[in-house]
């Protein structure tokens, strides 16, 4: 990881209040931990994509099992109809 990434990172760290002390440790160290929060956030932004991925697999799933309600439901009025007026039909 780049000096770059790790300076945007950190500032990432003190933007959201997190508490953190580096006095003390040394720049191998820092950058150890910096890599870390980056790994960590990298799982994160991967797993939220996946889920997000999933999400909309269920949506589209979800839009295609009410369209298929909606149709049975539509052939079922125009069965009961049809039935109603071959029972209309025989009692005449």
Sequence with gaps: MDK???????EYIQN??????LKG???FEIDRMLE?????I????NDLEVEQKQNQELQNQLKKTQTKK???EFDL???KTQ???IKKGKNE
């Design 16 to 21: 959201s209040k997190i508490p953190i002390t």
């Design 83 to 85: 039935l109603s007026e």
């Design 4 to 10: 770059k990434n790790n300076y945007k990172i950190l």
């Design 42 to 45: 990298s799982i994160l932004l």
């Design 25 to 27: 440790y040394s720049t």
């Design 70 to 72: 909606e149709q049975l």
């Design 77 to 79: 009025i125009r069965l």
């Design 36 to 40: 870390k929060i980056y790994t960590d």
